[in-house]
């Protein structure tokens, strides 16, 4: 019924807060601003969940500010942030359950680092297309990201499954018409899974 399963990145894939938390905080030092407060749901939610140039515009709505923010987040090397990243438990093992037998996405709004990443967890040759916040004009929850992935699969969006943890995420599913599985989230979905591997009950 289902010929591909798309994922979302961060909270899904990785445990990535303290990766994307560190990602601004070095901003905001560069930017002379106070650090940013954990404790703060509301901006810990915005920073873990849109793309990185809706973030800077969160915190520096004035657009010279912006512009300087998005110039010291380009000049930040992502690479010293990996460590911090923690795959999710049984995430490689459900991948090598679903290759051969569904295509494999990826649809996220980080933008130049997904490459990387995925590179440097060995993940990379599990998935076919990799769509992030760079190669669309409209990331999340715009639909964008989510067609261009049906459309180099050429599939239709009831023939996908997409693996989120946000209402962003379900936005863009529900938009696209993809059925939207929500990882550890309690959103309305087409299901629910708490671990990796339910995925596969799906198929």
């Not at 076919?128 to 239709?156: C, Q, R």
């Not at 938009?175 to 198929?203: K, M, N, T, W």
Request: proline share 5%.
């Amino acid at each position: 019924m289902y010929k591909a399963v798309i994922y979302d990145c961060d909270g899904v894939m990785f445990d990535s807060f303290e990766a994307n938390l560190e990602f601004y905080q070095r901003i905001m030092r560069a930017m002379g601003r106070a650090p940013l407060d954990r404790a703060d749901e509301e901006h810990m939610r915005v920073l873990h969940t849109y793309a990185n140039r809706e973030v800077l515009a969160h915190f520096f709505p004035d657009p010279a500010e912006w512009e300087k923010a998005v110039r010291h987040a380009g000049a930040l090397d992502y690479r010293e942030l990996v460590p911090l990243m923690v795959m999710e438990d049984g995430f490689r093992e459900t991948l090598e359950a679903l290759s051969g037998r569904v295509d494999l996405a990826v649809c996220t709004n980080r933008s130049t680092s997904m490459d990387m990443v995925l590179e440097s967890f060995d993940l990379a040759r599990y998935f076919g297309i990799v769509m992030t916040a760079s190669k669309v004009a409209n990331p999340k929850p715009h639909p964008e990201p989510l067609i261009k992935v049906l459309d180099h699969y050429g599939i239709a969006p009831a023939e996908a499954l997409f693996v989120g943890d946000s209402d962003v995420d379900r936005q863009a599913a529900q938009a696209a018409g993809v059925p939207f599985v929500a990882y550890r989230a309690d959103f309305p979905a087409h299901a629910r899974i708490e671990r990796h591997s339910e995925i596969l009950g799906l198929l």
